[in-house]
């Protein structure tokens, strides 16, 4: 009996949704999808991170895939999922697809064995494909048990995060110009301190991955002051954590993040400050703060969750560099990797799915999706907003992966964020790089 | 007597103590986003002042004049007809450049509260507003003027209303299906332990057996184990089951693994047998010292009058153990219906299958912020815990005291 009621109440809450979407069909894309092949009623399951309004533009891309072949895709997101998944590989209970946010843990599970590779074929595919396509290769590339390097991670769904978050009308008000340099932006939060307004909103708290947005404008910085391929030597640590490059690029973050009259709430509210609410400070009424650093995907964040973009409510400009060291214009990023760990013919028709545009296109009509896809319409974007960054992408001189993303596990997603809260609690940059640099002795 | 108030006034502060976030999280639920998001729950039950931002008028929407008129609260409630915005508008924040007196290049931030009935100097027109809300946008010659942002504080009065309740039930948040989902889980989650417990405990007080003793120590040191510790054994226990059912069901139907014969490893099912396994060594614990306590003459006549075992078991102990299994059945109960971590590592994760913790989990979601949701969501989710602590209560006490008191 309760069995029948249950049945009837997800047919309820399917019809809602169904009443929701139809608006648009996402699968009606400007690039026609290749032959799949039929795989009726074969069961995909993917486990991911993503919840809420992320979920649903998944579940509508992949319904597209269901659609051409007749396969039931089957999604669990869950904020838990980097403890889960481990649990459900190790236990023989692994998912079709597991989409890891963070390549460190995708690279420890392929050394688990508990990851299928994908193939050379892939691979090329990746390389030719994608816009810098053999760094997102590398990127996905990890070694197995036996310490063979092979492809598990297809990078689908990107970020860019070296973006300012700012609302057009509060520059307006107060006569701001958007700053071309980071000198200018270092005078302009100066003006906004001396007109007695707040320049910045940054929150670094997010539960058990507190220390994250740190360890983002860490590395944006670390782009803007010193090469690249000192940027490279840093995330294999050939470059120390505390060598003068990272402890330059840590100091000139507490020039933002530690100085009081430039963080709304002051400093010490960095740390307990939710990342999601700190960009709320921009559309409080009175605004607290004018300009937020802060990836892509934040304008869900906002109040009207993202509204704001379109109707001119909130805009965004490039982090910029500076004018008096000569770095081009770097560009940092982050994607999430969807790999194979349990086979099975649709899975792999699955991953074909991927390579399709058509596929990215479905998600870029939805919002908040970046794809490096060269063969992807960029007029399918859902928004003028999410073009300007797919630009901003292409406009890249240096284009580099979320160094923290590309450590290992225990400092990437570990000590680094750990230590950077205790920065942002007052703990001296010193102390900081010096405590990070010993738990990554620790792990070699 | 001194002792006593004291008692009362204890027990009185314990109340107030864990009645205050209930009523936080019920008066929030009640409230509008922008409100709970703004200001605190004491504040509104009384007209209190918030910020809210309100545009002139429509983009595009002004054609060539002199005079602009609106209303302030028509301007606001546009949008939100559920939560108006009522009351009286104190001030509002004005910001702007003029030249800076002291340097004569510069110009100079000002920024200033202006009072209703002062006159403003927006975008080159004056502007004055009254405290009902009313104002008027005067411009020295015709213009078409372009809509203007302005933070109004206005003394709000209290506004409640059951959006929040209505978009979780109704509008797709999956609410229903979680409550559904739970019940599944903790009926069986509660039944079955307390089942098997109650033989368990009576074979323990009542029948000599080798080994007795030395079993019940067992049993009672396996309450230590804590259940995180054995999710990885469970689940590959569980998942070993699954892979062999479905070989079993491909033999007996023949049907295709990946198709619909494959038998999921996370399940309901296994969610009973974990909570039960886990919560059996409380429960015989419990019940057996319940149980030995009862009077043994009671027992030794049923004996003599030629009951067997089972029939003293249902005639005998089963309704004079009530107190004690029903105390049992409110902590299995609550513990089963609260329980996150369980049905997160071991229970079913697709979508309509979620557990209602799961549920409230998930929509703190992507977005922590939907905090009117998640308490309406709350609310909701305690109503049940509530209603079987208080229809079964009277038992509780007595049943806390079992075991502890000989003869309950």
């Given at each position: 009996?309760?069995?029948?009621?249950?049945?009837?109440?997800?047919?309820?809450?399917?019809?809602?949704?169904?009443?929701?979407?139809?608006?648009?069909?996402?699968?009606?894309?400007?690039?026609?999808?290749?032959?799949?092949?039929?795989?009726?009623?074969?069961?995909?399951?993917?486990?991911?991170?993503?919840?809420?309004?992320?979920?649903?533009?998944?579940?509508?891309?992949?319904?597209?895939?269901?659609?051409?072949?007749?396969?039931?895709?089957?999604?669990?997101?869950?904020?838990?999922?980097?403890?889960?998944?481990?649990?459900?590989?190790?236990?023989?209970?692994?998912?079709?697809?597991?989409?890891?946010?963070?390549?460190?843990?995708?690279?420890?599970?392929?050394?688990?064995?508990?990851?299928v590779p994908l193939g050379q074929a892939s691979a090329d595919w990746m390389a030719a494909n994608y816009g810098a396509g053999?760094?997102?290769?590398?990127?996905?590339?990890?070694?197995?048990?036996?310490?063979?390097?092979?492809?598990?991670?297809?990078?689908?769904?990107?970020?860019?995060?070296?973006?300012v978050w700012y609302s057009p009308e509060q520059f307006e008000d107060n006569g701001y110009e958007i700053p071309s340099t980071?000198?200018?932006?270092?005078?302009?939060?100066?003006?906004?301190?001396?007109?007695?307004?707040?320049?910045?909103?940054?929150?670094?708290?997010?539960?058990?991955?507190?220390?994250?947005?740190?360890?983002?404008?860490?590395?944006?910085?670390?782009?803007?002051?010193?090469?690249?391929?000192?940027?490279?030597?840093?995330?294999?640590?050939?470059?120390?954590?505390?060598?003068?490059?990272?402890?330059?690029?840590?100091?000139?973050?507490?020039?933002?993040?530690?100085?009081?009259?430039?963080?709304?709430?002051?400093?010490?509210?960095?740390?307990?400050?939710?990342?999601?609410?700190?960009?709320?400070?921009?559309?409080?009424?009175?605004?607290?703060?004018?300009?937020?650093?802060?990836?892509?995907?934040?304008?869900?964040?906002?109040?009207?969750?993202?509204?704001?973009?379109?109707?001119?409510?909130?805009?965004?400009?490039?982090?910029?560099?500076?004018?008096?060291?000569?770095?081009?214009?770097?560009?940092?990023?982050?994607?999430?990797?969807?790999?194979?760990?349990?086979?099975?013919?649709?899975?792999?028709?699955?991953?074909?799915?991927?390579?399709?545009?058509?596929?990215?296109?479905?998600?870029?009509?939805?919002?908040?999706?970046?794809?490096?896809?060269?063969?992807?319409?960029?007029?399918?974007?859902?928004?003028?907003?999410?073009?300007?960054?797919?630009?901003?992408?292409?406009?890249?001189?240096?284009?580099?992966?979320?160094?923290?993303?590309?450590?290992?596990?225990?400092?990437?997603?570990?000590?680094?964020?750990?230590?950077?809260?205790?920065?942002?609690?007052?703990?001296?940059?010193?102390?900081?790089?010096?405590?990070?640099?010993?738990?990554?002795?620790?792990?070699? | 007597?001194?002792?006593?108030?004291?008692?009362?006034?204890?027990?009185?502060?314990?109340?107030?103590?864990?009645?205050?976030?209930?009523?936080?999280?019920?008066?929030?639920?009640?409230?509008?986003?922008?409100?709970?998001?703004?200001?605190?729950?004491?504040?509104?039950?009384?007209?209190?002042?918030?910020?809210?931002?309100?545009?002139?008028?429509?983009?595009?929407?002004?054609?060539?004049?002199?005079?602009?008129?609106?209303?302030?609260?028509?301007?606001?409630?546009?949008?939100?007809?559920?939560?108006?915005?009522?009351?009286?508008?104190?001030?509002?924040?004005?910001?702007?450049?003029?030249?800076?007196?002291?340097?004569?290049?510069?110009?100079?931030?000002?920024?200033?509260?202006?009072?209703?009935?002062?006159?403003?100097?927006?975008?080159?027109?004056?502007?004055?507003?009254?405290?009902?809300?009313?104002?008027?946008?005067?411009?020295?010659?015709?213009?078409?003027?372009?809509?203007?942002?302005?933070?109004?504080?206005?003394?709000?009065?209290?506004?409640?209303?059951?959006?929040?309740?209505?978009?979780?039930?109704?509008?797709?948040?999956?609410?229903?299906?979680?409550?559904?989902?739970?019940?599944?889980?903790?009926?069986?989650?509660?039944?079955?332990?307390?089942?098997?417990?109650?033989?368990?405990?009576?074979?323990?007080?009542?029948?000599?057996?080798?080994?007795?003793?030395?079993?019940?120590?067992?049993?009672?040191?396996?309450?230590?184990?804590?259940?995180?510790?054995?999710?990885?054994?469970?689940?590959?226990?569980?998942?070993?089951?699954?892979?062999?059912?479905?070989?079993?069901?491909?033999?007996?139907?023949?049907?295709?693994?990946?198709?619909?014969?494959?038998?999921?490893?996370?399940?309901?099912?296994?969610?009973?047998?974990?909570?039960?396994?886990?919560?059996?060594p409380l429960a015989i614990y419990l019940l057996r010292n319940y149980i030995v306590g009862l009077p043994k003459e009671l027992?030794?006549?049923?004996?003599?009058?030629?009951?067997?075992?089972?029939?003293?078991?249902?005639?005998?102990?089963?309704?004079?153990?009530?107190?004690?299994?029903?105390?049992?059945?409110?902590?299995?109960?609550?513990?089963?219906?609260?329980?996150?971590?369980?049905?997160?590592?071991?229970?079913?994760?697709?979508?309509?299958?979620?557990?209602?913790?799961?549920?409230?989990?998930?929509?703190?979601?992507?977005?922590?912020?939907?905090?009117?949701?998640?308490?309406?969501?709350?609310?909701?989710?305690?109503?049940?815990?509530?209603?079987?602590?208080?229809?079964?209560?009277?038992?509780?006490?007595?049943?806390?005291?079992?075991?502890?008191?000989?003869?309950?």
């Amino acid at each position: 009996m309760a069995i029948n009621f249950k049945t009837l109440g997800a047919a309820a809450v399917a019809s809602f949704t169904l009443a929701g979407v139809a608006s648009a069909d996402v699968c009606d894309t400007p690039s026609k999808l290749g032959d799949l092949g039929r795989f009726d009623g074969e069961v995909i399951t993917i486990a991911g991170s993503m919840e809420g309004k992320d979920e649903e533009m998944l579940t509508n891309t992949v319904s597209c895939f269901e659609k051409a072949t007749g396969a039931v895709v089957k999604y669990s997101g869950s904020r838990d999922f980097a403890a889960l998944i481990v649990a459900d590989l190790r236990s023989n209970n692994a998912p079709n697809i597991a989409i890891f946010p963070q390549p460190g843990l995708a690279g420890d599970m392929a050394k688990e064995g508990h990851l299928v590779p994908l193939g050379q074929a892939s691979a090329d595919w990746m390389a030719a494909n994608y816009g810098a396509g053999q760094s997102w290769v590398d990127l996905g590339t990890y070694a197995d048990a036996d310490g063979n390097k092979n492809f598990y991670g297809f990078a689908f769904k990107m970020d860019l995060k070296s973006l300012v978050w700012y609302s057009p009308e509060q520059f307006e008000d107060n006569g701001y110009e958007i700053p071309s340099t980071m000198e200018e932006l270092i005078a302009l939060s100066d003006q906004m301190v001396a007109d007695g307004n707040t320049p910045w909103c940054i929150g670094v708290e997010s539960g058990n991955a507190t220390g994250w947005t740190a360890t983002d404008w860490m590395e944006d910085l670390m782009l803007r002051t010193t090469s690249p391929e000192n940027y490279d030597r840093w995330v294999s640590n050939d470059l120390p954590f505390n060598s003068p490059e990272v402890l330059n690029a840590m100091e000139v973050y507490g020039q933002f993040s530690r100085n009081d009259d430039y963080v709304a709430g002051g400093a010490s509210s960095v740390a307990t400050t939710f990342f999601g609410d700190a960009p709320k400070g921009l559309f409080s009424s009175p605004a607290s703060c004018m300009m937020h650093r802060q990836a892509s995907f934040i304008p869900a964040f906002f109040p009207k969750k993202g509204e704001e973009v379109a109707n001119g409510e909130a805009d965004f400009f490039y982090f910029p560099p500076y004018a008096s060291i000569d770095l081009g214009n770097p560009v940092l990023g982050a994607g999430t990797l969807w790999t194979m760990t349990k086979d099975s013919p649709a899975t792999r028709a699955f991953f074909e799915y991927m390579k399709e545009a058509s596929a990215h296109e479905a998600w870029m009509s939805q919002g908040t999706f970046l794809t490096a896809h060269k063969g992807a319409d960029l007029n399918a974007y859902a928004t003028p907003a999410l073009r300007k960054q797919g630009e901003i992408l292409s406009n890249a001189t240096t284009f580099r992966f979320d160094a923290s993303d590309l450590m290992p596990g225990a400092i990437g997603a570990g000590a680094f964020w750990s230590e950077m809260t205790a920065f942002a609690n007052g703990q001296d940059a010193k102390t900081t790089a010096d405590n990070i640099q010993a738990a990554w002795d620790a792990i070699k | 007597m001194v002792a006593r108030s004291l008692r009362h006034v204890v027990l009185a502060l314990i109340v107030f103590i864990w009645v205050v976030p209930f009523v936080a999280l019920v008066t929030t639920s009640l409230r509008s986003e922008t409100a709970s998001k703004t200001s605190g729950f004491w504040t509104a039950f009384t007209p209190t002042e918030l910020g809210h931002r309100f545009s002139t008028h429509e983009k595009g929407a002004a054609e060539k004049l002199t005079v602009m008129t609106g209303n302030i609260f028509e301007r606001l409630n546009k949008d939100d007809p559920s939560f108006p915005v009522t009351g009286e508008v104190n001030s509002i924040l004005f910001k702007g450049r003029v030249p800076d007196p002291e340097n004569p290049d510069k110009t100079k931030l000002i920024r200033k509260l202006v009072p209703a009935g002062e006159v403003m100097d927006v975008r080159g027109g004056d502007f004055v507003f009254q405290e009902n809300g009313d104002f008027t946008w005067t411009f020295p010659e015709e213009t078409a003027p372009k809509p203007k942002k302005l933070d109004a504080f206005i003394d709000q009065d209290p506004v409640f209303g059951s959006d929040a309740y209505v978009e979780v039930l109704f509008d797709n948040k999956n609410v229903p299906n979680a409550l559904i989902s739970s019940f599944i889980v903790t009926i069986p989650a509660t039944i079955i332990p307390i089942t098997i417990a109650a033989f368990a405990a009576y074979a323990f007080a009542w029948m000599s057996f080798p080994g007795r003793d030395w079993l019940f120590v067992i049993v009672v040191s396996l309450m230590v184990v804590p259940t995180q510790l054995a999710f990885l054994p469970v689940l590959q226990g569980f998942s070993g089951i699954a892979s062999w059912a479905t070989q079993l069901n491909q033999w007996l139907t023949d049907c295709e693994v990946n198709d619909t014969c494959q038998v999921a490893s996370k399940s309901f099912a296994g969610l009973w047998i974990t909570h039960t396994a886990f919560g059996l060594p409380l429960a015989i614990y419990l019940l057996r010292n319940y149980i030995v306590g009862l009077p043994k003459e009671l027992l030794q006549s049923a004996r003599i009058d030629g009951a067997n075992h089972l029939q003293i078991f249902t005639k005998l102990i089963v309704p004079l153990s009530v107190p004690a299994l029903a105390s049992f059945s409110i902590f299995q109960f609550l513990w089963v219906w609260n329980d996150l971590i369980v049905a997160l590592y071991i229970g079913p994760n697709n979508a309509e299958d979620l557990v209602f913790p799961i549920r409230l989990q998930k929509q703190l979601g992507t977005f922590k912020d939907q905090l009117h949701l998640l308490n309406a969501s709350a609310v909701i989710s305690m109503i049940v815990p509530v209603i079987v602590f208080l229809s079964m209560q009277r038992y509780f006490i007595r049943g806390l005291l079992a075991g502890s008191v000989k003869g309950g």
